[in-house]
Structures are given as C-alpha cells and as structure tokens.
C-alpha cells in the first residue's frame, strides 16, 4: 500500500543545528503525527548533506578528513531529532552506499540517453577560496573584494545536464498543476521561469573538489552537491527498486524558501522528467524564523541553540512555541520575551493550572475513581458545543497547513474549562453537605476531565509528550486515531487519576538573549 511520504530538506553538515532546522523538523513532524491519528501510513525522512565544499574546507580547517568530519556532525543531527520528539523513520546521510549507489545510477542514465553532455565552463575563478565568483559580486569599481585574492578568468571542461530543454515544459506543468504551498510561492517559480535558463554544470574536477560521488562515466569528476543532495528523497526509499512505488510519488517536500528556486522547483522536477520518474506531488515551503528581528547569522552570532532550549523548558514547549508563532509560508521572529510568554501563559498558566487543578481535586475527593456527570446544566451544554466547533475547525485548519490557529482554538477551548471551572467553582461545591452540590461537583469535574483528554489529543501532533503524559493522568490510555479520541463522551468515568504534578515549571535560569 502507498504511504503518505513526507521529507525535510536535508542540512549540511558543516556546523552544528540551530532552530531553522529544528523548526523544519517539527513541522514536518507536526503533519506526519496528524496524519498518523487520520489513520494514514506514513514515512518521514530527515537527514544530512554531507558532500560539498563547505565541508571538504571545513575539515580542512579541523585538520580532520571530511568522512570523520560528517561522522561527529551526524550525531549531533540525531540528538536534535531524539531531543524533540522527531518522529522520523529513515535518517539519510548522502555519504552511505544506498544513497551513492542511485546518484551514480541517475547519472549513468541520464548520461546514457544524452541528457548530460561535457561542455566548457568559463568564469572567472579565486584561487584563495578554491571557487568561481559572478560578476555580481565585482564592486562598483570593477575590482573584486579583497578575500577573493587574485581572480583569474579560466576555461574548465565540465559535464553539463540539459535543463533548458524542459523550460516549457516545466511552466506548462506550472500552469495546469498546484505545486507550490503556499500559492504564491509557485508565483516566484513561475516568475523565474519568464527569463531563459540556462543547462546545469553537474560536474566539478577533483583537482577543485575530491569531496563528492564520482561521476560513473569520467572518474576525474565528482557530483555538484545539489544534483546529489537532492537525490536523497528519492535514494532513500528505493529508487528503482521493487518496492520504491511504496513511497513514491513523494507527497510533501518540507523546505524553507531559500531553497525553492531554482534546486527544489527547478533542478528536481526537470531531473525526475528526465528520468521518467513522477514527480513528488507537492513543495510545502516555509518561511525564515529571525532572532529579535534580525537574520540569524552563525558569524554573526545572531544564534539560538534548540537544544539548550529544549533541555530547559522541555521539547514540548519549543515545538508549541515554533508552531504556534510560525504561519507556515510566512517569516516569524523568536524573542526570548515572546517564547517566555507563551510558556507562562498558555502552557504554565492556561493547560498546566488545569491539569493540577483538576489532579488536585479529582485526589482529595474521588481517589478511589472519577465520578460521572450527571447534571446536565447551561455551562456543560456550552462547552460541549463549544467544543464541536473546536473540533470541527481544528480537523479544517490541520488539513490546510494552518497549525497556528488551529492552537489558537485549542487553546481558547482550554480557557474556556478554566473559564467554566471559575463559573462552577467545584472547591466551594466540595466542602457543601447538599446533595444537589455534590452532583454538580461530581459533574464539574467530568466536565473539566474530558474537555481536558480532548484538548489534549487535538494537541498531540504538536507536543507528543505532554499530552500522552496528561492523557496517562487521565488514565486514558494512548492517544489513538482521531476519529476515536475526538468526540465528547464518558470514557473516563470510574478512571483512577494522577498524582498533581508540575507540567511546565518555572524556569531555574534565565535565559540571556
Ligand atoms: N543542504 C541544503 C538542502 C538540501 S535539500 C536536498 C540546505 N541545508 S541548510 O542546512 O542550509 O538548510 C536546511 C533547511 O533549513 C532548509 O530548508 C532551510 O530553509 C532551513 N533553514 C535554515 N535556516 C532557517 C531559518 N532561520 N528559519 C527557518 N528555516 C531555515 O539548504
């Protein structure tokens, strides 16, 4: 049976994570658990682009080979996916043999039907920093900035992939086909498409560049990093295989928007056409987080590292805060102030209080099991029908990439509980001798009971851990498939509750931007 397959970009390797792709994973990983509790088979692959010159210099510098560079940075990727709950099933690195052995593959292929050809790549070439520079970047005086040393015009044989052949054919599947979320993200790629493209010099000489796959057909030449990189989506489940129609077509390739045009709307679907492979049926790009409004920079030490984060405030909050200030397509600012408020204010105050609340009483009155309701008043009825709207536009908003409001209802859902507890104030029903109070107490505390288990399991694609750690309070069990977990019912009467606990604590450090 096909499974809904669903990719990251793969980072490179030459530096350790920051939140860009902590952020990247957790989207994708968000979509990949909704669609999990939809009852859909799904394979999610993240991974690592290792070849390429930044990492050959990079090793350099260490003084270390680039395969014993890449092999301490993998693991550092790993840990990033293990700390925030990726649920990822594959893990690529594109120096393994599964994924060098379909580079070369392509390669011959494309090579055998004439699709790459060896031309003559003429430029103007640094010698300090081993690579060619545009005119772009002459300065408004002609010469060339000063890091770039001596430039020399040079004439180099390469091997050259006819992408120009399939410019109409690419804006005619533009055209008559949606590609691109968002929308006018596929506008950008239609408007690069207006200038003529050029074909894409595939190869590099390994007296320039020795860290890459070697071209099957001229060993004197290793792979341009993206022609490789981009191959892993396909490299990793089985291409040309007998079981690569498993997985592919792809459904989502998550990428940010850097890296839409030309590699990811340009470069792959013409290679796929090329290979008569069909192409992934959809590009879910995502915008940039900035820090406090700037761009992050490693050098410029505009940084933020996810799994300091992650250890002091939990997985949990960091992927509620990254989905909830992002509007997939859109740019988002992280500030320490924003992300402080969220946790204190959604999390600590609005779901934590809850819980314990809830624990608090549910252990002082009813320790031997939760009572029912039985009373079925105005501020019950209210907050169920509150919560059939919640759910309706919850499943809406998921289904259509809107994650940030789809929390924003869960969220107004969970102070509406609050709201209903301040209303029915059970602390001061539990101390009356009236059997009509005691009635209402019990049933407030179902209430607040199964408004809380539903919440929660809207909110398991997002934060995994608190809410099965909530749901196991509850004595509910595992969060299961949505169209089991989200309707109001009575599931958890007679359940055994938790001990109160502190979900989200006050923070011990604080933290310095
Ligand atoms: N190696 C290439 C991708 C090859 S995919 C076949 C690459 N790597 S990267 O490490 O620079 O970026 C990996 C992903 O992280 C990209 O999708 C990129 O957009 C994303 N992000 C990097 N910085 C980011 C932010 N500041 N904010 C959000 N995402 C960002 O490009």
Redesign the pocket.
Known sequence: MKRFYIT?????A?GKP????A??KTLTDVIARYKRHMGVPVHFLTG??EHGTKVQQSAQKKGVTPQQFVDEVAPLFKALCEKMEISNDDFIRTTEPRHKQVVQECLQRLYDKGEIYKGEYKGYYSVRQEQFVTEKERLPDGSWPEVYGQITEIIEPNYYFRLSKYQDWLIDFLNNNDFVFPKFRQKQVVEFLKEPINDLCISRPKERLEWGIELPFDSGYVTY??FD?????ASAVGMFGEKFDECWPCDW???????LVP??SVY?PIMLKALDIPLPKGLLV??????SGQ??SKSAGVTVDPMEIAEQFGPDALRYFLTREMNVGQ??DFTFDIFMARYNGDLANSLGNLVSRLLNMTGKSFPEGLPGASVDGELETELQKLWETTHKDVLDMFEGMAFHTALEKIFVFITAINRYAEQRAPWKLAKSKDENDLALYETSLATMAEGLRLAVAALAPVMPGICAKIYNLLGAGEIGLWKDELDWGTRLKGNVLGQKTILFPKPEIKVEE
């Open positions: 990251t970009a793969i980072d490179y030459n920051h939140l860009g792709h952020s990247e690592l682009d990093v993206w990189a981009l191959i892993n989506y390739h998550v990428i940010g928007k850097d890296i590699a990811h792959w995502h915008g940039w987080w900035h820090l761009k992050m740019d988002a």
